[in-house]
């Protein structure tokens, strides 16, 4: 080989350095071209304090540099990350993986157990909670107040302590009589607020009383100084701030003859459980911890709590308050699949400590179905460190505060930890679902590669390869699709329509507001509502009806953002039915042990079912135009809308907003869940889980789906950067299915509006599907 010269060598290497750097200014522009995209769906900064701010107490900001997210943007010049080299996963990230994505190296021993936990707490202050100061060596105590009340000892104490001892915070104890050691129960001190402590005082705990907290309890949070006094080193977030602040407390307590070291249990409610889970997860002293109702940034994953699943998204918590999570986890709106580290492994970090997540079922902002995930992911960490029975689950009936009977449970939980009870927690499952499990039920098995590999382009070809060429020849192979959608929605058992279902539970889940001039009826699982008639009202007038089908609201099914659709199809002069899809809202319970009770058919099967049943139901009433019943739906509705569609001809039309990818181009890591969100996920149809990796065999797809609807109008609302589908792949399909609607000389079905912006129902997306059902 001939030696290069020293200038070709010169050229050569300037020249890859040139390529390098173009590399990588390209991919520069490419995340500041998505960072504008991203601002521009996103709504303004927020300037106004939230509602609960209280007055008189330094506005919240997202740090001492910087007032709003846009603020901290344009300060550091921060790019959200190259999303297309992050990995993809369908499931939340598994805590005995290091380096997942990557290396994949799984965890075996304990010392790879120890370099996960760094894995984690190094992700996890990058992203979500921000950084975070070592414990100070300086603390000093001084004991402000000590008073008997009742029979105990209250003690109130300024600790202080950091660089100059700037750093102060104040604690509330309520000591039982006697010498102890006692366990301690940790929360936030809430003015004139007793009923926690004193119920844990009553099981002879040390009540500890913290007072870095939000100032709407009461009292001032002295961790807002934090802040300042540690930038710009540290840029822990407020909940981190207050979740730091209780290892502050311990650092006390450590210091008392009276306390038992090993049974310190820390707990709070909402915004104060998001803090409880922080404060555990970094602090080892702390042996148990109860996240209560914390939602969104505790014991729901961010990967489940997205506009999709209807509950307190990324989006919306980062806007409403800023200050609670560190900037960057804004960038992952729309794209949380993305996210390198989630709760479940906070959760993790907390084993083989005690840990209990607990909600409610029916908490409008929260997700029993993304807990339960949680639950089980976080609980591979303790089954490694055998500690299986320190990892508990609570999801109750009730409000979004906890009643004095669920506060006794937790209690117990605590007591079960530490060896002082017995009473061992039911970690009931209301989404006791997977795939293996499903298997083992229903005893099926099925080998993919019987099956013909479909390819794009095929749909209007017939089994011998000639091309259909009429809407007969159509007819004539939806015959065949319909046949394979219904091997793949099972086994229906023969039955009739569900009729009128009385339930308490309609009083206790969220349901839109019926307003002036609408009437309302209970009907089936849901409720229909339209236009009162008016005076001079042509008698015998017949409302068109909208049928909208919810996305995946676990705990609220049709109730929680539905008012601004019902309000505008009200508006136009539509009937509107909506009702809670089966494992949904005030179907919970009956979904819970649906694949027990029939093995070989399918929730989707009876979500279409119950769409058929309404149309049954819809179509008898005499005020209501049974030839113009249209089906609509967002996410897993718009999913169940064009399968209902498909398979029942009395559906005047269809609109689905995000409904769909293709399934046989869904390949592993392609968008956020692939096929496994039908089969492994939320267990709507198993048995596509027999083709996972072998995708090309699926027997049917979403264009023979499309198809079967023809000549009938179909609207298809596909977001540009959904993470759970592809955009290229969905303008391929409806391409390929005009040229059916083209047989009934109607190519311009299906319809198709592609606006640039992440999987939600936006009001642009409401208003261009309002707008087309009205045309039709």
Not at 466 to 484: F, R, T, Y
Not at 525 to 549: C, D, N
Not at 638 to 662: E, H, K, N, Q, W
Not at 689 to 709: K, M, Q, S, V
Request: aromatic share 12%; hydrophobic share 35%.
């Amino acid at each position: 080989m001939k030696k290069l010269s020293i200038s070709q060598t010169i050229a050569i290497t300037v020249g890859l350095c040139f390529v390098s750097f173009y590399v990588a200014a390209q991919k520069d522009m490419s995340r500041q071209e998505y960072l504008q995209q991203l601002i521009k769906s996103l709504p303004a900064d927020r300037y106004k304090s939230p509602a609960d701010h209280v007055p008189g107490t330094s506005a919240p900001h997202v740090s001492p540099e910087d007032f709003t997210w846009g603020d901290w943007v344009k300060r550091t010049g921060e790019l959200p990350p190259d999303f297309d080299q992050m990995p993809n996963f369908p499931f939340l990230p598994d805590p005995l993986i290091i380096d997942q994505g990557g290396k994949n190296i799984p965890v075996t021993t304990v010392e790879e157990w120890k370099q996960k936990r760094e894995e984690i707490k190094r992700l996890a202050q990058h992203w979500i909670t921000g950084t975070v100061p070592p414990p100070p060596e300086n603390l000093i105590a001084e004991i402000i107040e000590e008073k008997m009340t009742g029979p105990l000892t209250e003690r109130t104490v300024l600790l202080k302590f950091g660089p100059g001892h700037k750093a102060q915070l104040h604690l509330n104890l309520l000591i039982p009589p006697g010498k102890g050691p006692f366990p301690v129960f940790i929360c936030p001190w809430k003015k004139d607020r007793y009923d926690w402590v004193q119920a844990a005082v009553r099981r002879g705990y040390i009540g500890c009383r913290c007072s870095a907290r939000d100032p709407k309890y009461g009292y001032p949070d002295d961790s807002e100084e934090f802040e300042k006094i540690w930038w710009p080193d540290y840029d822990f977030s407020t909940l981190m701030r207050w979740g730091w602040s209780a290892s502050r407390a311990v650092d006390y307590l450590y210091t008392l003859q009276n306390v038992n070291k090993d049974q310190i249990a820390l707990t709070g409610l909402s915004r104060n459980g998001k803090q409880a889970l922080m404060g555990a997860a970094y602090d080892e002293r702390i042996k148990a911890v109860i996240p209560i109702s914390g939602g969104t940034g505790s014991e729901d994953p961010f990967r489940y709590t997205n506009e999709k699943y209807d509950n307190e998204s990324i989006a919306e918590i980062t806007w409403n308050f800023p200050y609670w999570l560190h900037p960057r986890l804004r960038f992952f709106v729309g794209r949380e699949n993305k996210l390198p580290v989630d709760q479940n492994l906070l959760m993790a970090l907390v084993a083989p400590r005690g840990l209990m997540l607990t909600s409610s079922v029916f908490e409008d902002q929260g997700n029993p179905w993304g807990i339960e995930q949680a639950y089980l992911s976080a609980k591979k960490a303790y089954d490694f460190l055998g500690a299986a029975d320190k990892i508990a689950l609570d999801l109750r009936h009730g409000l979004h505060a906890p009643a004095a009977r669920d506060i006794e449970r937790y209690l117990d939980f605590f007591d079960y930890v530490f060896g002082r009870g017995e009473i061992k927690p039911e970690n009931k499952l209301y989404y006791n679902y997977s795939f293996s499990k499903w298997l083992g039920m229903s005893g099926e098995h099925i080998d993919p590669l019987i099956y013909p590999v479909k390819n794009a382009g095929d749909l209007l070809k017939k089994p011998d390869g000639k091309i259909i060429d009429s809407p007969s020849g159509w007819q004539e192979k939806v015959a065949g699709i319909k046949g394979n959608i219904e091997w793949a929605m099972g086994d229906e058992p023969p039955s009739t329509g569900p009729g009128i279902q009385p339930d308490y539970m309609r009083g206790l889940v969220v349901r839109p507001t019926v307003k002036k001039g609408i009437s309302s009826e209970d009907m089936g699982f849901g409720t229909l509502y339209f236009p009162e008639m008016q005076e001079g009202q042509v008698a015998g007038k017949k409302y068109p009806v909208v049928i909208f089908i919810h996305e995946y609201a676990y705990p609220t099914g049709f109730g929680r953002r539905f008012q601004p659709l019902l309000d505008n199809f009200l508006k136009q002069g539509f009937a509107v039915y909506s009702f809670d899809q089966i494992g949904f809202g005030t179907r919970i319970e009956e979904g819970r042990l649906f694949y027990e009770r029939f093995p070989h058919w399918s929730k989707l099967g009876r979500m279409v079912a119950d769409v058929r049943w309404s149309v049954d139901a819809l179509s008898e009433l005499e005020y209501l135009d049974s030839e113009k019943i249209f089906v609509t739906g967002y996410s897993l509705g718009g999913t169940v809308a064009l399968y209902s569609a498909a398979m029942d001809d009395r559906i005047a039309g269809v609109a689905s907003v995000c409904g769909f990818t293709p399934m046989r181009s869904d390949t592993a890591g392609k968008t956020a869940e692939g096929i496994y969100g039908y089969s492994h996920l939320h267990g709507l149809l198993p048995r596509l889980g027999f083709f996972a990796g072998t995708e090309n065999r699926i027997p049917y797809d979403f264009d023979e789906i499309l198809g079967c609807i023809a000549p009938r109008p179909v609207l298809i609302i596909a977001p540009s950067w959904d993470q759970y589908a592809d955009t290229d792949d969905i303008k391929k399909c409806v391409n390929d299915v005009r040229k059916v609607y083209g047989l009934y000389k109607n190519s311009e079905n299906p319809e198709l509006f592609v606006p640039e912006d992440y999987n939600r129902f936006s009001p642009e997306m409401v208003n261009y599907m309002i707008k087309w059902i009205t045309k039709q």
